[in-house]
């Protein structure tokens, strides 16, 4: 089944470490996101990208980095600039960010991450 | 984005029908009005959009006002499958990104 895989479902890092969160998806979409939620709230966007090799802040990129290298693969790491990055982090991919319709976005299970 | 404004919380009977209301008072002509929902632990999905005509799918029913400021989300028959979050979101397809902006949502609670 086509679809966006998101591993692990659960993180748990000690203050100071940096760690990857995974993306994947074989949906040959070319857009990917990254949202943050926290308790209660609604999704921030972290980062997009709209195509191989590109990518763009979005409200609260401070403390992360991603690439995309590939098609189907959007990791995210959290780095130890991030004040609080206990969260929700959810993953998502469109067909394409621009330039047409632009379709929905389909969202991955999400990876609940908690620094110790 | 222009901004929308939903109930916090809002609760229904199984097998009810159920109207969710999104006011979005500043709504240009280019943005489209989405609906999202988030069932518990789960990631978002998509529900239904639409730009000036009511819209129907297998999952809902959008009613949009004739003035674009408003809109409603119809569940038909509510079941306990459908208790979430729901978002209304605006979003301006000239937004290179299709970037979506999420609000706090109404918390949907379906009681037996």
């Known amino acids: 089944d086509g679809g966006i895989t998101q591993s692990p479902k659960y993180l748990f890092r000690k203050e100071g470490q940096n760690v990857t969160l995974s993306c994947e998806q074989n949906l040959n979409h070319d857009a990917m996101y990254w949202y943050r939620q926290d308790p209660g709230q609604g999704l921030r966007l972290i980062y997009y990208s709209q195509i191989v090799n590109d990518f763009q802040k979005g409200d609260i990129a401070e403390g992360y980095s991603v690439s995309r290298e590939k098609k189907e693969s959007f990791p995210l790491t959290v780095t130890s600039a991030q004040k609080n990055p206990t969260a929700f982090y959810l993953c998502a991919s469109s067909i394409r960010a621009s330039g047409g319709p632009l379709g929905e976005q389909f969202f991955g299970p999400g990876t609940r991450l908690t620094v110790l | 984005d222009a901004k929308t404004t939903q109930p916090n919380s809002m609760e229904s009977n199984e097998e009810e029908p159920v109207h969710l209301p999104c006011n979005h008072s500043?709504?240009?002509?280019?943005?489209?009005i989405h609906w999202y929902r988030q069932l518990p632990s789960q990631g978002p999905e998509y529900v239904i959009h639409g730009l000036t005509s009511n819209v129907n799918n297998r999952m809902a029913s959008l009613a949009i006002a004739e003035d674009r400021k408003s809109s409603t989300l119809i569940l038909h028959r509510a079941t306990l499958r459908d208790a979430a979050v729901y978002y209304c979101?605006?979003?301006?397809?000239?937004?290179?990104?299709?970037?979506?902006?999420f609000g706090g949502g109404t918390r949907l609670m379906v009681k037996p």
């Open positions: 500043t709504i240009s002509g280019t943005d489209y």
């Open positions: 979101i605006l979003r301006d397809d000239n937004n290179a990104g299709n970037m979506l902006t």
